[in-house]
């Protein structure tokens, strides 16, 4: 029998109808890339995704539903963010732009403005983010 008590969650989003969608997104395999904030993973000390890297993904209820693996992991500006990229997020975006404005409302909403303790974030096209790929390795459940 398999354990993933040593894996990480792997939140997509937080928890709620956005999770939700990102999950299902991803267990269907549309969704093969996501994109983090480089400054919220400073702000939270956490190290940033590797290659090779497992962790669990976490539906709204926190429940392991599957064993992702990072198969890439690219530090890129905002304004870099290329198509394919926005296409591989699987959330239906059909151009940079469209992904970029659903990305600026995320980040800019009160959640990240309070992880990063600044009430007033905002990106920029220098911001720093993470452009990371991963595929689905295990189903649980």
Do not use: C, N
């Given at each position: 029998?398999?354990?993933?008590?040593?894996?990480?969650p792997?939140?997509?989003?937080?928890?709620?109808?956005?999770?939700?969608?990102?999950?299902?997104?991803?267990?269907?395999?549309?969704?093969?890339?996501?994109?983090?904030?480089?400054?919220?993973?400073?702000?939270?000390?956490?190290?940033?995704?590797?290659?090779?890297d497992?962790?669990?993904?976490?539906?709204?209820?926190?429940?392991?539903?599957?064993?992702?693996?990072?198969?890439?992991?690219?530090?890129v500006?905002?304004?870099?963010?290329?198509?394919?990229?926005?296409?591989?997020e699987?959330?239906g975006?059909?151009?940079?732009?469209?992904?970029?404005?659903?990305?600026?409302?995320?980040?800019?909403?009160?959640?990240?403005?309070?992880?990063?303790?600044?009430?007033?974030?905002?990106?920029?096209?220098?911001?720093?983010?993470?452009?990371?790929?991963?595929?689905?390795?295990?189903?649980?459940?």
């Amino acid at each position: 029998m398999t354990t993933y008590e040593d894996l990480p969650p792997y939140p997509l989003g937080f928890p709620g109808p956005l999770r939700d969608a990102l999950v299902a997104a991803a267990l269907s395999g549309a969704k093969t890339a996501t994109t983090g904030l480089l400054p919220e993973y400073e702000a939270e000390g956490e190290p940033l995704p590797e290659p090779g890297d497992r962790s669990v993904l976490v539906d709204s209820d926190e429940r392991a539903v599957a064993v992702v693996e990072v198969t890439e992991v690219r530090v890129v500006r905002l304004a870099d963010v290329d198509l394919q990229h926005a296409l591989d997020e699987g959330e239906g975006y059909a151009s940079v732009a469209e992904w970029r404005a659903s990305h600026e409302r995320f980040w800019h909403s009160a959640p990240i403005r309070e992880a990063l303790g600044d009430p007033d974030y905002t990106v920029d096209d220098d911001t720093l983010v993470i452009a990371e790929r991963f595929r689905i390795v295990e189903r649980i459940g």
